[in-house]
C-alpha cells in the first residue's frame, strides 16, 4: 500500500469507530470533582443510599482537610484521618503512597465501605475527587492485597 492508501484506510478505520465511542456512556471526566452516591433503578430513576450520602461527605472533608495540611499524605495519615472523621477502621482502605522503589506516587487512592457502595478518593497534585462505585463481589472496594 502507498501512503495514500495508507491514510485514507485510517481515515475510514477512525470514520467508522467514532460512532460508536459516541454511543458509549458517559463517564466522569477528569474535570469533576465529586459523584452522586445514587444508583440507577430499572425504571430509570435513582435511588440514593444514605449510609453512601453520610459517608462521602465524612470521607471528602477528612480527604481535603489533611490535603490542605499536606499535598501529598502518606498512607497511614490518610488511614488515620479517614477512622479520625468516623469511618470505622475495617471499613477504611487506602493505597499505598510510595512505588517499591521509593518514590511517591502520583496519586494516591482511598476508600470507605458504607453499605453496598464504595466511596472512593482520590488526592491528586494536592487536591481531592470523589466518586461512589458499587462495591465488588470480594466485599471490599480495592482490587488486590494491598489496602
Known sequence: MN???VG???????????????????????????SSPASQQPGGEASVD????????????ALKKIVAANPKPDTEAVRAALVSAGIP????????SRTP????VDAL?????AGDSCVMGQIRDGG???SV???????????????
Request: net charge positive; hydrophobic share 55%; proline share 6%.
Open 89 to 96: 477502621k475495617a471499613n477504611v482502605e487506602v493505597s499505598v
Open 128 to 130: 481531592v475527587v470523589m
Open 3 to 5: 501512503g495514500k492508501a
Open 8 to 34: 485514507t484506510a485510517l481515515v475510514i478505520v477512525a470514520a467508522l469507530a467514532l460512532p460508536a465511542c459516541a454511543a458509549s456512556p458517559k463517564t466522569p471526566t477528569a474535570g469533576n470533582t465529586s
Open 109 to 113: 487512592e482511598a476508600a470507605a465501605l
Open 133 to 147: 462505585l458499587p462495591v465488588l463481589a470480594t466485599g471490599k472496594c480495592f482490587v488486590g492485597s494491598v489496602r
Open 50 to 61: 444514605p449510609a453512601a450520602v453520610a459517608t462521602s461527605t465524612a470521607v471528602e472533608a
Open 101 to 104: 522503589t521509593g518514590l511517591d
